[in-house]
C-alpha cells in the first residue's frame, strides 16, 4: 500500500490543519497486522458518536435508549472502506450474491484493561478476529483487536483465546444497540471469525479503499 499520507508534505500539512481521521491518518506501517484505530466511543458513554464524514469531527449520533454500553473500545480503521471487494468476500463466506458494502469505513472494537475516557483519540491495535454482520443486505464487519502491549489483552493472537463471555457481551451490544420498539430487526451476526480472516477483512477494504478514493492524495496536494 502506498503510504501517500507520511511524505514531509503530508507531516507539514499536519501541522497546521487537524487530519480527517478516515483519509488523513495513515492506517500504519505494519497493517494489516497491526493497524492505527479511530476511536469515536469508550465504554462509559451513554451516547453514541460517530464521525462526521464531511468534516472529520466528531457527531452525536443518538443517545442509548437502553442501558447497554459498548463492552470495549469501538471505532473505525483509517484508508478502509468497506465496498465491492469486501462485499463479495461476504458472499463468498455466507452463499449469499445480493450482499455490498455498507460504504463506511471498517469498524474495529479494541479490547483493553484500561479505562479510557474519551474517544476521539487514536490507539494501535493488532487484529484477532471479527464478527461477520449484516444489516439488511449491507456487509457491516466489525473487527475485534486487542490494544497493542496491554497488560491483560496484548499477548493474544486469535478471538479463540479471548474469555468467551468478553466476546458474547460484544455480540449482544451489536445485536441490540440499534433496537427500537415497533422496529422490525433486520441484522444478524452470522459468524465469528479468527485472525487470518479479519487480516483479508482488512486487506479487501484496503483494496475497496484505493479504488474507491483513488484520486484523494492528489486533491489533497
Known amino acids: 500500500m502506498v503510504d501517500r499520507l507520511s511524505d514531509p508534505i503530508g507531516r507539514l500539512m499536519g501541522l497546521r490543519y487537524k487530519s480527517h481521521p478516515w483519509h488523513g491518518v495513515y492506517i500504519g506501517k505494519d497493517a494489516p497486522q497491526v493497524v492505527t484505530a ?23 449520533d443518538r443517545p442509548q435508549k437502553y442501558s447497554n454500553v459498548i463492552p470495549a473500545l469501538y ?7 468497506c465496498g465491492h471487494n469486501v462485499g463479495n468476500f461476504t458472499n463468498t463466506k455466507t452463499g449469499r450474491s445480493d450482499i455490498i458494502g455498507d ?23 493488532r487484529p484477532i478476529g471479527g464478527f461477520r454482520m449484516i444489516d439488511g443486505n449491507q456487509a457491516d464487519d466489525k473487527i475485534i483487536a486487542v490494544l497493542l502491549n496491554d497488560t491483560v489483552y496484548g499477548h ?5 483465546e479471548v474469555p468467551p463471555i468478553v466476546i458474547q457481551r460484544l455480540e449482544h451490544y451489536f445485536l441490540t444497540y440499534k433496537d427500537m420498539p415497533g422496529q422490525t430487526k433486520n441484522t444478524e451476526i452470522t459468524h465469528t471469525y479468527g485472525h487470518d480472516e479479519a487480516i483479508e477483512v482488512i486487506k479487501q477494504s484496503i483494496t475497496d ?10 486533491l489533497m496536494y
Open 156 to 160: 493474544f493472537k486469535d478471538i479463540t
Open 75 to 81: 471505532g473505525f480503521i483509517p484508508q478502509t472502506f
Open 103 to 125: 460504504g463506511d469505513p471498517i469498524d474495529i472494537c479494541v479490547l483493553t484493561e484500561k479505562d479510557i475516557s474519551h474517544g476521539d483519540l487514536l490507539v494501535s491495535a
Open 209 to 218: 479503499y484505493q479504488a474507491r478514493f483513488d484520486n484523494l492524495g492528489k
Open 38 to 60: 479511530f476511536i469515536e466511543v469508550v465504554p462509559t458513554d451513554t451516547v453514541k458518536y460517530e464521525i462526521d464524514k464531511d468534516s472529520g469531527y466528531l457527531r452525536l
